[in-house]
T-cell receptor
Framework: QVKLQESGPGLVKPSETLSLTCNVS????????WSWIRQPPGKGLEWVGF???????NYNPSLKNRVSISMGPSNNHFSLKLTSVTAADTAVYFC???????????????????WGQGILITVSS | DIQMTQSPSSLSASVGDRITITCRAS??????LNWYQQTPGKAPQVLIY???NLQSGAPSRFSGSGSGTDFTLTVSSLQPEDFATYYC?????????FGQGTKVEIK
């Protein structure tokens, strides 16, 4: 059973860079989209972006070129960097595995089938 | 971006009730619609993908329907563990977007 676990500092100062890592255990790394989703306290879900093991990536344009997702720093890890953070970036950050499955009347549907428990990141001086 | 609007934002119901949550997309998304359940302090879990496909391990009392712009999630008989917040998500066009959530509370 694949498991995901986020790690990183719980507190980041305004204007600094938020760095998080997701450890993926007990599962294959290929053929999936390794994703980050965030949730401000008491609010809804926001897609941040994804990367594949072949290096394909896509980010939410709302983050205005502040975000990057990469594989590593070691095997079965992927990472998130968000620069120039403000209080608006305070959220629970989830890493998740996204896959594409066959579904009627579609060319394949993507959804998240495994999630980490989430890590609360607070931006404050 | 495609906007997803859920209704109602919250509802109160009793164990055994049948409930329906609606999700509307700002443009047609065919059947590229997923439903997630989130309980407090936990990560969301997928219930339905592709508008109407029940995720393996999800209880059969959950069902989804719809295509184009209008979708529904139905719980045929609410159980105590179903009191949670439900989100729809479109994966038709990037950026993926979620509805604002529907909180199901105990009456």
């Amino acid at each position: 059973q694949v498991k995901l676990q986020e790690s990183g500092p719980g507190l980041v100062k305004p204007s600094e860079t938020l760095s998080l890592t997701c450890n993926v255990s007990d599962g294959a790394f290929s053929d999936y989209y390794w994703s980050w989703i965030r949730q401000p306290p008491g609010k809804g879900l926001e897609w941040v972006g994804f990367i594949t093991d072949s290096g394909t990536f896509n980010y939410n344009p709302s983050l205005k070129n502040r975000v990057s997702i990469s594989m590593g720093p070691s095997n079965n890890h992927f990472s998130l960097k968000l620069t120039s953070v403000t209080a608006a970036d305070t959220a629970v950050y989830f890493c998740a595995r996204e896959l594409m499955v066959a579904a009627a009347d579609t060319f394949g549907v993507r959804h998240y089938d495994h999630w980490g428990q989430g890590i609360l990141i607070t931006v404050s001086s | 971006d495609i906007q997803m609007t859920q209704s109602p934002s919250s509802l109160s119901a009793s164990v055994g009730d049948r409930i329906t949550i609606t999700c509307r997309a700002s443009q047609s998304i065919s059947k590229y619609l997923n439903w997630y359940q989130q309980t407090p302090g936990k990560a969301p879990q997928v219930l339905i993908y592709g508008a109407s496909n029940l995720q393996s391990g999800a209880p059969s009392r959950f069902s989804g329907s719809g295509s184009g712009t209008d979708f529904t999630l139905t719980v045929s008989s609410l159980q105590p563990e179903d009191f949670a917040t439900y989100y729809c998500q479109q994966t038709y066009r990037s950026p993926w977007t979620f509805g604002q959530g529907t909180k199901v509370e105990i009456k």
